[in-house]
């Protein structure tokens, strides 16, 4: 599982999957969605705008599955 560093609390979906170049574009996520393809912390996944949190899991099926995790600022 690779982890992706996120700068903020929280991310969207399909804001995540472009940030890790995973997807080139965020309609991409929607036929991806509507397959039946991602899971998130190993539920089937409806919505591309779900609001993501440092420790969540994406899974895309026969691509791979990736954990989100807070960046660390350096001590500030």
């Known amino acids: 599982m690779e ?3 996120i700068h ?3 991310i ?3 804001q995540l999957l ?4 995973i997807i080139e574009s965020g309609g991409q996520v929607k036929p991806m969605l509507e397959e ?4 998130v912390n190993g539920n089937i996944e409806t919505a591309r705008r ?4 440092p420790g969540d899991r994406v899974e895309i099926r026969d691509m791979g599955c990736w954990q989100v995790a ?3 600022t350096g001590g500030q």
């Open 8 to 10: 903020s609390e929280s």
């Open 36 to 39: 039946q393809l991602i899971l």
């Open 3 to 5: 982890k992706i560093s």
């Open 12 to 14: 969207q979906l399909d």
């Open 70 to 72: 807070r960046e660390e």
């Open 18 to 21: 472009k940030w890790a170049g």
């Open 50 to 53: 779900r609001r993501l949190f």
